[in-house]
């Protein structure tokens, strides 16, 4: 029996790319690791943001939460900081916003290609490692889907029609408000137990250790040589 861990993101969250380096450093030193789950699920943190709208973030920051830009910088700082502590790379200054449902639409096509893990780090380390923007611009979103082993025609496929996968964007936003996540990183263990947030890892470690100790004990079932049953296929005699 596995422990499913649903974890609710988005691209524009920084938090969201040190809460799952804590988490994965939490999963490396658990005893069962290999029998833990992890789902990504869509959460768009400005989904009423145009699609084609971009900019610099630092600005959009200030403006968003009535903050200074010397402030959202140091801010950017700090979170500069806390991303080396964890080995992260993270461009504190040049980093670009924007809309993300296309690549929470191309999140959902590589699960089925059992891709989605490495597809959320690629598009993490183009908005916060890699100096080059990442929004609003196809063919970088299209590289980074490639660079993660997503077949290239698969993935422009995809992005020219706009209804793929959007419906299971949207349910995932659903199920979020339904949990009553206001904002991300939420971690969702076995359906039970929710973490709100970027934690320390050994918070990671207990929500596992705690999720997994409350499984239920699988059914023990005795068999007899001479037990008789029925089946799809009549009885034994």
């Not at 010397?70 to 500069?80: D, F, K, L, T, Y």
Request: aromatic share 8%; with cysteine.
């Amino acid at each position: 029996m596995t422990t499913r861990v649903e974890i609710w993101t988005d691209i524009n969250c920084p938090f969201c790319y040190l809460g799952k380096a804590r988490f994965e450093e939490a999963l490396a030193g658990f005893d069962h690791r290999d029998d833990v789950e992890v789902v990504h699920r869509s959460f768009e943190l400005d989904p009423g943001l145009p699609a084609g709208e971009t900019g610099p973030v630092i600005p959009r920051i200030a403006a968003k939460y009535g903050i200074s830009v010397e402030q959202a910088a140091a801010n950017e700082r700090s979170i500069g900081a806390q991303a080396a502590e964890l080995g992260l790379a993270y461009q504190t200054t040049g980093r670009d916003y924007g809309n993300s449902f296309d690549m929470h639409r191309l999140l959902h096509f590589a699960l089925e290609q059992g891709k989605q893990d490495a597809l959320l780090d690629a598009l993490y380390a183009g908005n916060f490692a890699e100096p080059e923007p990442v929004f609003a611009d196809t063919e970088r979103l299209v590289a980074l889907a490639v660079r993660a082993g997503l077949g290239e025609a698969a993935v422009r496929a995809v992005l020219a029609d706009p209804d793929a996968y959007a419906d299971a964007v949207r349910q995932d936003e659903l199920e979020a408000a339904q949990l009553g996540a206001t904002g991300v990183p939420f971690f969702v263990f076995d359906n039970k137990y929710a973490v709100s947030g970027a934690q320390p890892t050994e918070v990671f470690t207990h929500a596992l250790t705690t999720a997994w100790n409350d499984r239920p004990t699988p059914l023990a079932i005795t068999v007899e040589s001479n037990g008789a049953t029925c089946g799809p296929d009549g009885c034994t005699i």
